[in-house]
């Protein structure tokens, strides 16, 4: 499933997403980031994601397994979409 994640879904997923982008940077993937990007820079590049979202600025969108609770759990591998301009207003 594919759903966008709210402020308070993308700071408690911060690890996990932490973890996915580093491991995309340590596949070659071309990100935006280089090899020495640090699991904390990557914690709080995400924590300042979170922050847009809830601010209405930027839409962030997951792909994995939504239990009964709503939460999200990333699968490694799973597509990860971010919406990376400004959204109209």
């Given at each position: 499933?594919?759903?966008?994640?709210?402020?308070?879904?993308?700071?408690?997923?911060?690890?996990?997403?932490?973890?996915?982008?580093?491991?995309?940077?340590?596949?070659?993937?071309?990100?935006?980031?280089?090899?020495?990007?640090?699991?904390?820079?990557?914690?709080?590049?995400?924590?300042s994601?979170?922050?847009?979202?809830?601010?209405?600025?930027?839409?962030?969108?997951?792909?994995?397994?939504?239990?009964?609770?709503?939460?999200?759990?990333?699968?490694?591998?799973?597509?990860?979409?971010?919406?990376?301009?400004?959204?109209p207003?």
């Amino acid at each position: 499933m594919i759903r966008a994640l709210s402020a308070d879904e993308a700071v408690a997923s911060a690890g996990k997403l932490a973890d996915f982008l580093l491991d995309c940077i340590a596949g070659g993937a071309s990100v935006s980031f280089m090899l020495d990007f640090s699991r904390a820079e990557a914690m709080a590049y995400w924590r300042s994601i979170a922050t847009e979202v809830g601010a209405g600025r930027r839409v962030l969108f997951a792909a994995g397994d939504v239990d009964v609770r709503r939460h999200v759990d990333l699968l490694q591998g799973a597509a990860l979409s971010l919406a990376r301009s400004s959204l109209p207003t």
